[in-house]
């Protein structure tokens, strides 16, 4: 008799699997579209700022805004442009900024919405009433901010640039506007997949 009742469970099993419409076929479920994006300088030079893969959740993505090869860099001033038909600003985080270097306070101004397809950006160290804050030494790649944004589902090849005449970095000697650090700037692009 054990021999049955033991068979009787897997047989119920089975046939309840059966009419559950667990036969042994299998659906194939499409792979949520992702974000991919390809920084135009890689690796990045010295003396830049680019703009660097970060992390991706479906066509939710991160841009790194990255300091490489530049000293004392005390703050940065610039505007990422996009087509606002294949990518929509999500956010940023300055938490993880090398400008907080040393724990130093860091002043951050991000501005989204006065024209469309267009973040504006004003990161910089605080100085203090003796003026006595350094800048910071980049070497290697270094995050200024990250910068989210959400590709459109049908985004190629869709660009995300540093507008030239508004790209400005600072140093620590002096106030503004004797004190810009030359750099080479460069975006990247974003392609859903």
């Not at 579209?33 to 135009?40: L, M």
């Not at 690796?43 to 990255?66: C, H």
């Not at 001033?77 to 990518?87: L, V």
């Not at 985004?155 to 503004?176: H, K, M, N």
């Amino acid at each position: 008799m054990r021999p049955i009742r033991a068979l009787l469970p897997a047989s119920l099993v089975l046939a309840a699997l059966a009419l559950a419409g667990c036969s042994g076929t299998s659906t194939t479920i499409a792979p949520e579209p992702t974000a991919v994006f390809v920084p135009d300088a890689d690796p990045a030079p010295e003396g830049s700022v680019t703009l660097r893969p970060g992390t991706v959740d479906g066509r939710y993505f991160d841009v790194r805004v990255s300091a490489r090869g530049i000293e004392d860099l005390f703050g940065a001033a610039f505007r990422i442009a996009f087509d606002t038909d294949e990518i929509y600003f999500a956010g940023y985080d300055a938490s993880g900024s090398v400008l907080a270097e040393e724990g130093v306070t860091v002043v951050c101004e991000v501005d989204s919405t006065s024209e469309p397809g267009i973040v504006k950006v004003g990161i910089s160290r605080l100085q203090n009433d003796e003026g006595t804050v350094p800048g910071v030494d980049v070497t290697e790649d270094a995050d200024l901010l990250v910068i989210r944004l959400l590709a459109a589902s049908d985004a190629a090849g869709a660009r995300i640039d540093f507008v030239a005449d508004y790209c400005e970095l600072t140093d620590s000697s002096q106030p503004p506007p004797g004190n810009s650090i030359p750099a080479t700037w460069a975006g990247g692009s974003v392609t859903v997949e």
